[in-house]
């Protein structure tokens, strides 16, 4: 069992979705939690960053962790054709400067 | 700010040769930097990590040898694949780290593609 799963996708959604993007891992000591956003070809850009357990939102973008769970969600509210990318999600146990374990990434794309 | 940069972007080379790849931070010191490498359609594996003026420390099954990494300064780090092969073409990615602050985080480059042909 891998220590994050991620469903691949492809997700396709008109533009203007709500979008829903999880992750759920079974190491309970991932306390650190990340979403990545990664455009073909090119390094990944880091969206979203929350600690322990709750909600943090920026601009069109949640996130959720449910520590009890073990499940983390990215929202990404009227989505737009830029958006179109892969979406990683990563976790640490003890910090988001250290080790990181990524999720496969959920490929997402937006159609005008 | 938190720039990180690699060079070269691609390279296509012989089988048998080395490859070397520069991972910089250019506006910030980092304390420690990651490498990865990321196959198509699957997510990234982190291969090492770097801290500046020690060894790195390689993942279970990433070979220490072969994947060489260098982190002579702050803000330069390099990895070196030696005698590359076909199997070892893939996108590899660093990513950098200030400081060991809680709320701190990595910044990843670009990425190098690499063929081995």
């Known amino acids: 069992q891998k220590e994050v799963e991620q469903d691949p996708g492809p997700l396709s959604v008109p533009e203007g979705a709500i979008v829903s993007l999880n992750c759920t891992y079974s190491?309970?000591?991932?306390?650190?939690f990340m979403w990545y956003r990664q455009y073909s070809r090119k390094g990944p850009e880091l969206l979203m960053y929350?600690?322990?357990?709750g909600n943090k939102e920026d601009g069109r973008f949640t996130a959720q962790v449910d520590k009890s769970s073990k499940y983390i969600s990215l929202f990404i509210r009227d989505s737009q054709p830029s958006d179109s990318a892969t979406y990683l999600c990563?976790?640490?146990?003890?910090?988001?400067?250290?080790?990181?374990?990524f999720g496969a990434g959920t490929r997402l794309a937006v159609h005008p | 700010g938190a720039v990180v940069s690699q060079h070269p972007s691609w390279v296509i080379c012989k089988s048998g040769t080395s490859v070397k790849i520069e991972c910089r931070s250019l506006?910030?010191?980092?304390?420690?930097m990651f490498w990865y490498r990321q196959f198509p359609k699957q997510s990234l594996m982190l291969m090492a990590t770097?801290?500046?003026?020690?060894?790195?420390?390689?993942e279970q099954g990433v070979e220490k040898d072969k994947f060489l990494i260098n982190h002579a300064s702050l803000t330069l780090s390099t990895l070196t694949v030696t005698s590359a092969h076909p199997e070892d073409s893939s996108f590899y990615i660093c990513?950098?780290?200030?400081?060991?602050?809680?709320?701190?985080?990595?910044?990843f480059g670009p990425g190098t593609r690499l063929l081995v042909l």
């Open positions: 929350t600690y322990s357990s």
């Open positions: 190491n309970s000591a991932f306390q650190y």
């Open positions: 990563a976790m640490s146990a003890l910090g988001g400067y250290n080790k990181l374990i």
């Open positions: 506006d910030f010191q980092a304390t420690t």
């Open positions: 990513s950098a780290s200030r400081d060991s602050g809680s709320q701190e985080t990595q910044y």
């Open positions: 770097s801290n500046e003026g020690s060894k790195a420390t390689h």
